[in-house]
């Protein structure tokens, strides 16, 4: 049941079917022990005296980065992944919500993007029919939900027909249609918050209603860079800035506490810290009282100290359910008060249970479809297509996707541009650096499926042409840089990697020559840029770059005239057809990038145990690590 409040907020008309700007969920309850549990009728009140101080306690649970994770099956490698998805998740949810009489459950956004089933289902008519996700979220009670980034990738109108139909509540308080001059005045495109109101216990025979006032936040600029254009006539606003303009407003609306869905890194808790990660810094504005961090994929379980409020980061994939218990007081004269507070995360279940099979018997029919997709063979590889090796020597997986991209932009860009130079940038987005150390591709040669091209390219991106000076170019460069650890001539054998900065951002432009110095600082690095004739690139020189619509809006920062190209079709379409029409294909990884040379100097590079063929084939010595399944190799710099 849910009850509308009519506040003066400006509802958006520029988009179709979106939810009220606010409403107050009266949360179903859950039966648990045959008793009801958690929500009780708007009216109740509580036998105890006035005056009297009561306890009770609370639980929140988080879900984020589902990524459309349903079962734990990786459909890009066609095997079973134990231990994610939400199916693995379900019984963890049950278990922690039967601990708790009370309990909440959200989910922190990109949750309907992320792998073959979620575009199987974005290219399916939906109409009035929840999405299979929403659905199964619906089944495990969720109270309230943010949407991620990823979450805008199949448009505007999709995500729309998602929340139209989901059986719960979606907040986004920071993205907005129109900007105002404070936020609470801003033009909204979803419901600003909800107040969640739900029973809690205060002694044998005791209730009180409480009211979580939840507030939901993204990247300001991350959805802009979505590959559907209408998401660029969204404007956001700061995640810190709008935080605290809102929080006394939910408090004005009868919030007891305050939730903050954070779609975003944890970050710096100082004040003063830039870029998009705030999930600390709200979590120290006076007046939140919980926060959900996502988006990196990171996890973590801070209970915060005094004045500072407590922050889960449920890793990705359904791979943990974020817990923060509170245990509260009541009094007429204070109303609720945290006085403990505590949060952990709990991994998924290795084996589903019982509370799984809601969830798998949704799942089946479109899991048999997708699988059924993948096998399709689209053509062959003449050698071994890897990214273990990122970072420390040219592959033949990203040129791969480099040859189609370049293939495809030369098509589209005509005489004009004939003369100008073109180059093309592409990541390994997949490596043993980001999250699990067997998260890499490695595809021997023989026959390719369908299931590779998504493998070597799993996000919907688009094709954007950008036109920019050689200064430009060097910038892009340097954020790809940043993957290194600083180098200065004094360290001996550093690992060469930091492990702060994810391995896809490893995007590099393929088609020229240069040299990275690792002795420099990170944005000094890039070296020698030149043609792949020798003719060196001037930084005012006219050059044409190849990349994904969503590196393009984040990293280009460029107006849009400088915008030559953008491509109605996939990044991953276009690799699909240049495998298709090339016979066996053979990528040769140009050597458009070396390490500026150190004499003398090594430096160390981590691998999986299972990457140890690959190194050695490289002409690698490998270095076993001893007690690990993992090993080294040494880098001549």
């Known amino acids: 049941m849910i009850h509308r409040i009519?506040?003066?907020?400006?509802?958006?008309?520029?988009?179709?079917?979106?939810?009220?700007?606010?409403?107050?969920?009266?949360?179903?309850?859950?039966?648990?022990?045959?008793?009801?549990?958690?929500?009780?009728?708007?009216?109740?009140?509580?036998?105890?005296?006035?005056?009297?101080?009561?306890?009770?306690?609370?639980?929140?649970?988080?879900?984020?980065?589902?990524?459309?994770?349903?079962?734990?099956?990786?459909?890009?490698?066609?095997?079973?992944?134990?231990?994610?998805?939400?199916?693995?998740?379900?019984?963890?949810?049950?278990?922690?919500?039967?601990?708790?009489?009370?309990?909440?459950?959200?989910?922190?956004?990109?949750?309907?993007?992320?792998?073959?089933?979620?575009?199987?289902?974005?290219?399916?008519?939906?109409?009035?029919?929840?999405?299979?996700?929403?659905?199964?979220?619906?089944?495990?009670?969720?109270?309230?939900?943010?949407?991620?980034?990823?979450?805008?990738?199949?448009?505007?109108?999709?995500?729309?027909?998602?929340?139209?139909?989901?059986?719960?509540?979606?907040?986004?308080?920071?993205?907005?249609?129109?900007?105002?001059?404070?936020?609470?005045?801003?033009?909204?495109?979803?419901?600003?918050?909800?107040?969640?109101?739900?029973?809690?216990?205060?002694?044998?025979?005791?209730?009180?209603?409480?009211?979580?006032?939840?507030?939901?936040?993204?990247?300001?600029?991350?959805?802009?860079?979505?590959?559907?254009?209408?998401?660029?006539?969204?404007?956001?606003?700061?995640?810190?800035?709008?935080?605290?303009?809102?929080?006394?407003?939910?408090?004005?609306?009868?919030?007891?506490?305050?939730?903050a869905l954070c779609h975003c890194g944890l970050g710096s808790d100082a004040s003063d810290a830039s870029g998009d990660d705030h999930a600390r810094k709200v979590a120290r504005l006076d007046g939140i009282d919980a926060v959900v961090s996502g988006h990196r994929h990171q996890e973590a379980a801070e209970a915060g100290a005094e004045g500072v409020a407590p922050i889960v980061a449920p890793g990705a994939f359904g791979s943990h359910l974020g817990l923060i218990d509170l245990d509260l007081t009541f009094s007429e004269e204070t109303g609720w008060k945290i006085v403990r507070k505590h949060c952990e995360l709990r991994p998924a279940r290795r084996e589903p249970g019982p509370a799984a099979r809601t969830v798998s018997n949704l799942a089946a029919p479109l899991h048999d479809r997708v699988r059924s997709i993948l096998s399709e063979r689209i053509g062959e590889t003449s050698l071994t297509l890897e990214t273990c090796l990122a970072g420390i020597r040219p592959l033949a997986a990203t040129q791969l996707i480099a040859d189609a991209m370049q293939r495809e932009a030369r098509k589209r860009l005509g005489e004009r541009w004939r003369d100008t130079p073109l180059f093309a940038s592409a990541a390994p987005y997949r490596t043993s650096h980001d999250g699990s150390p067997d998260n890499f591709v490695q595809i021997p040669p023989g026959p390719l499926l369908l299931r590779h091209a998504h493998l070597l390219y799993p996000f919907a991106n688009r094709l954007t042409i950008l036109k920019m000076t050689g200064s430009e170019l060097r910038d892009w460069l340097e954020r790809a840089a940043r993957c290194y650890r600083p180098m200065p001539a004094e360290t001996e054998d550093t690992d060469i990697l930091d492990p702060s900065v994810p391995g896809y951002g490893f995007d590099l432009a393929h088609g020229m020559r240069f040299a990275i110095d690792l002795s420099a600082a990170p944005g000094r690095r890039i070296r020698e840029m030149a043609l792949p004739c020798g003719q060196p690139i001037g930084p005012h020189d006219e050059l044409l770059l190849a990349a994904s619509s969503y590196r393009a809006r984040i990293w280009a920062d460029l107006a849009d005239d400088r915008i030559i190209y953008e491509s109605p079709g996939l990044i991953r379409d276009m690799l699909i057809h240049h495998i298709q029409t090339s016979g066996p294909v053979r990528p040769a990884p140009e050597p458009g990038w070396h390490f500026l040379p150190q004499p003398g100097r090594t430096a160390l590079f981590s691998l999986p145990g299972r990457a140890r063929a690959v190194a050695e084939a490289a002409g690698l010595q490998w270095e076993e690590c001893p007690g690990e399944d993992r090993g080294r190799v040494r880098i001549a710099l």
């Open 6 to 259: 009519q506040p003066n907020y400006k509802k958006a008309t520029l988009f179709k079917n979106i939810q009220p700007e606010i409403a107050l969920i009266v949360c179903r309850p859950y039966r648990l022990s045959g008793t009801l549990k958690g929500m009780r009728l708007p009216g109740a009140t509580s036998n105890m005296p006035a005056g009297d101080t009561e306890h009770g306690r609370i639980r929140l649970m988080a879900i984020t980065d589902l990524h459309s994770w349903l079962l734990p099956f990786d459909y890009d490698r066609d095997c079973p992944n134990v231990g994610l998805g939400l199916a693995s998740l379900a019984d963890i949810v049950a278990d922690a919500r039967s601990e708790a009489e009370t309990s909440f459950l959200f989910d922190n956004g990109d949750t309907y993007q992320g792998n073959v089933l979620a575009e199987h289902v974005a290219n399916s008519a939906l109409g009035l029919t929840p999405h299979p996700v929403a659905r199964a979220l619906g089944d495990l009670g969720l109270d309230a939900a943010v949407p991620g980034n990823h979450d805008f990738d199949f448009g505007v109108d999709r995500l729309t027909s998602i929340v139209a139909s989901a059986p719960f509540p979606f907040i986004l308080t920071n993205l907005v249609t129109e900007l105002a001059e404070d936020p609470i005045a801003d033009t909204s495109f979803l419901r600003p918050f909800a107040l969640c109101e739900k029973e809690v216990r205060t002694g044998p025979d005791r209730v009180r209603t409480i009211r979580l006032g939840v507030l939901g936040f993204i990247p300001p600029r991350m959805p802009l860079a979505a590959n559907c254009r209408p998401v660029a006539r969204l404007k956001g606003r700061d995640i810190t800035e709008t935080a605290r303009a809102w929080i006394p407003e939910l408090r004005r609306h009868g919030a007891d506490l305050v939730v």
